[in-house]
């Protein structure tokens, strides 16, 4: 499935209209004076990056004197159907007269420059790591069946009073509408897909329920070693090589998540999401995300609202979360029970 892009840029001016190239992966796709209002559709293979280049030119004295908001506006950024907002790329300020050469973030630009901004591919397959031997099985049919890390299969039976003797929401789930729950602690959303893929591939299963994790957190491995990590930008080990995956240098990974949200690497990532509904679909699984986090979960519902669980609607402020690496309270994870029982029911 190929990458859809969508950006209107707006000109500003009142007499010369601004000079404008706009250049998507390395194709120009415009070059001339912004005289109107233009809508830009383009293609890009799903497995690549994304280089966005839009660069200004033309700004004269005179234009600063006569007509000083002379310039243009990215008055749309659409990535797959989810909505990007533009402040998230950057504009170099250059050949500007009186004005040394600077950054600035925004939509409305008038200086002359160029507005830059690239987001990473980061594939959603990956290799299973943790409790390989649980997926490795064929011939099973279940009516629900979980994936996921964490709070899908969390223990409360180290904890103290009250949490002793609780339990997450997938098993409480299932003790009233039946299920087997394949999830295990510690693995990334690369390992989460590549499970479901495998169960489905040599088994039945009528819903898929699957919690996803963090777009920062992810699977990476070393293409020289072929060792595999689980690692996100706040992880203390140096890990200076390039990942078999992406092909990209940990390094420039961990720069793009300092200063970028996450919210372009989602919208880059969705014809993975839609081909993984596809292929459930095909082999009779009806599959729902289910997200804990508010930035990923609305644009995924803006693209495949008819996959999307009800939010998990956890406190972040709670003593529990933060001692707990960001964990529901088992009180939260009963009451999720009850919304996706309830959710369940509506639907099936």
């Given at each position: ?56 030119s033309g700004r004269t004295k005179s234009i600063i004197n006569s007509d000083p908001g002379n310039g243009f506006i990215i008055s749309k950024l659409d990535i797959n159907g989810v909505k990007i907002n533009p402040d998230v790329g950057s504009y170099q300020c250059t050949n ?253």
């Open positions: 499935m190929d990458a859809h892009i969508k950006l209107q840029l707006t000109p500003v001016y009142t007499k010369q209209a601004p000079s404008i190239t706009l250049n998507i992966n390395g194709n120009t796709i415009f070059n001339e004076h912004l005289n109107d209002k233009i809508d830009f559709k383009h293609v890009v293979q799903s497995d690549h990056s994304l280089r966005l280049k839009i660069k200004r500007n007269d009186y004005l040394e050469t600077h950054t600035i973030h925004g939509k409305h630009f008038t200086l002359n420059g160029e507005y830059f901004l690239e987001i990473p591919y980061y594939t959603l397959r990956g290799q299973i790591t943790k409790n390989k031997d649980r997926v490795n099985i064929t011939g099973q049919h279940h009516k629900y069946c979980f994936f996921g890390a964490s709070m899908t299969d969390w223990d409360f039976t180290q904890g103290t009073p009250p949490i002793h003797d609780k339990e997450n929401y997938a098993d409480l789930f299932m003790q009233k509408m039946g299920g087997i729950n394949l999830a295990s602690s510690g693995q990334t959303n690369q390992e989460i897909f590549e499970t479901v893929y495998k169960y489905l591939k040599n088994n039945k299963v009528d819903v898929c329920l699957v919690q996803l994790i963090g777009t920062v957190g992810r699977q990476v491995k070393n293409a020289n070693t072929k060792e595999i990590y689980r690692w996100s930008p706040h992880t203390n080990k140096n890990l200076d090589h390039v990942d078999e995956f992406t092909k990209s240098k940990l390094k420039n990974i961990q720069e793009y998540f300092v200063y970028l949200d996450t919210t372009p690497v989602l919208a880059l990532q969705m014809p993975e999401y839609q081909k993984l509904v596809a292929y459930a679909e095909d082999r009779g699984s009806k599959i729902f995300f289910i997200s804990y986090f508010r930035d990923e979960y609305d644009p995924m519902k803006q693209v495949i609202p008819n996959n999307m669980a009800p939010y998990f609607d956890i406190d972040p402020n709670t003593k529990y979360c933060k001692d707990n690496g960001h964990h529901a309270t088992p009180e939260e994870q009963e009451n999720y029970s009850q919304s996706l029982v309830d959710f369940i029911r509506k639907i099936t």
